[in-house]
């Protein structure tokens, strides 16, 4: 069981919500209409949604490393 981090910058992000769209588990708007990430690491399994919602960030506020720190995202 690979595990993935995701980083986050808040500063990037414009409020678009396509993360939410596809990992509604990992993010949500606050009030602000900014995502908030509800959490930083996840298993194989959530890969492909994982990068789904990275990949439609516009801002490109959403990056994924692996368990090397290699970036995939």
Known sequence: M???TIKYDRSKC???A???KFAP???KL???GLA???KKEFADE???KQVKAAKSCPAHAIEIYDETG???V
């Open 70 to 72: 290699k970036k995939i």
């Open 2 to 4: 690979a595990k993935y």
């Open 46 to 48: 959530e890969l492909d």
């Open 30 to 32: 606050d009030d602000e």
């Open 36 to 38: 908030v990430q509800l």
């Open 18 to 20: 396509s993360c939410v």
């Open 14 to 16: 414009i409020g678009a």
């Open 25 to 27: 588990d990992t993010w």
